[in-house]
């Protein structure tokens, strides 16, 4: 059923809608904020490998999961293995500790985005020194930050997030602070101003830049999914985590 209903959406029309979205919101961004071209990550969770595979021969190469066993599973899929060479995993979901080893040894793995304390950054630290010769480069890693202050969603505090991005950097050798992430409350009303989650990050990205005297392109900002990642390009996102409008919606689980 999954297969049916996967062909009937043009994942490669999808595809190149959202990228020239990208492409036409970027030009509506205010000359004051300076921040990169945004990088699209897929969301491909509960999709098949057909698909992730029609969208890598699109020309997509970043895509993110949320589940660790998926995310096992799918970079681990012979299928994908041999069609996607180039394909970069991206990890978006809750990270438990006694999953660490098992996700940090999986192929193409290219960023962890969801650092959310330091209890947390020290075993993936670790974990990495102890799974990677010291000749490789260091784990690329985002700071999870919970806007929204929902007690349901993970991340740290935004007044604490700098003095995490802080730790990172001083501290862990094994690990890159590539920027800062936040999902935020779902549903935004719009019509009523800026979406408060976004100001909130642009805050702390400001805060993170000013205190270890970093340019603003140089720490990436991961905010916008499907519903919104048009809102969050204007605002100053350097990264959109888009899933429904690539792959189209996904198939509730029985």
Known sequence: MLRR??????IKAGLLHVLKRIDEVILLRSKEI???????????????????IEAYQAGQRDFGENYVQ???????????????????WHFIGHLQNNKINKILSLPNLHMIQTVDSEKLATRLDAAWSKLKPASEPPLRVLVQINTSGEEAKSGIGTKEAPQLYQ??????????????????????????????DFVSLMQVHRSICEANSLSPESVLVSMGMSNDYDRAIEMGSTMVRVGSSIFGHRAVKA
């Open 70 to 88: 998926e995310l096992v599973e799918k970079s681990q899929h012979p299928d994908i293995v041999a069609q996607c060479p180039g394909i970069k």
């Open 34 to 52: 300076q921040a990169a071209r945004p990088l699209l990550v897929a969301v491909s969770k509960t999709k098949p490998a057909e698909a992730i």
């Open 5 to 10: 209903t996967m062909a009937e959406f043009d």
């Open 167 to 196: 730790f990172i950097t001083n501290n862990l050798k094994h690990l890159q602070p590539m920027g800062i992430m936040t999902i935020g409350a779902f549903g935004f009303d719009y019509s009523i101003g800026p979406n408060p």
